[in-house]
C-alpha cells in the first residue's frame, strides 16, 4: 500500500502547528527538513492557510506580545518577525494594533536591570546604552530613560 505524501505532510504541519504557531516560513522550513524530496509541502501549506490553521498575522500577534512581555523593544521585534518570513505590511499593522507604551516598557526593563545603578558614571551609563539598544529600544525612548 502506497503511502500518500500529502496526508503525511499534512498531519506533520498539523503536529507542529498544535504545540505553537510558526510563520509560513517557519512551517516550510520545519516540513523541508522532515520531507526534503517532496514537492507538495506548498500545497499543504496553502490548504492549512485557507483552512485557518496556519496564519501569519495570528503567528505575528502571539509573537510580538510574547516579545513585549519578554523585554524586547520594537527594533527587536520588527526585525525578529522579518526574520520569520512576516511581511512589513503585517508588521505595521500589528504594531498599531497593539498599541504598546514603549517608553513605559523601556522603563521597566531599565527598572529591573539597572534598579541602583548610578548614572552619572559615563562607563555605568555606556553600559545602560548598549544593553537597551541590544534589547531593541530606540536611540529616543533610550534617551528619554536617561
Not at 496526508?7 to 522532515?34: G, T, W
Request: charged residues 35%; aromatic residues 12%.
Amino acid at each position: 500500500m502506497a503511502e500518500n505524501p500529502i496526508k503525511n505532510i499534512r498531519l506533520k504541519a498539523m503536529d507542529f502547528l498544535a504545540r505553537r504557531e510558526y510563520s509560513h516560513k517557519e512551517l516550510k522550513q520545519k516540513l523541508f527538513e522532515r520531507f526534503p524530496d517532496s514537492a507538495e509541502i506548498e500545497q499543504v501549506l496553502d490548504a492549512l492557510t485557507k483552512d485557518g490553521l496556519q496564519s501569519d498575522a495570528r503567528f505575528a500577534d502571539s509573537f510580538f506580545r510574547l516579545r513585549v512581555n519578554a523585554g524586547y523593544g520594537p527594533n527587536y521585534i520588527r526585525a525578529e518577525l522579518g526574520q520569520r518570513g512576516i511581511d512589513e505590511v503585517l508588521v505595521a499593522e500589528v504594531f498599531s494594533e497593539q498599541g504598546v507604551d514603549w517608553g513605559e516598557a523601556a522603563r521597566q526593563v531599565f527598572d529591573k536591570k539597572f534598579s541602583g545603578v548610578d548614572l552619572s558614571d559615563q562607563k555605568a551609563r555606556a553600559k545602560c546604552m548598549r544593553f537597551m539598544q541590544y534589547k531593541g529600544f530606540t536611540f529616543d525612548q533610550i534617551k528619554d530613560l536617561l
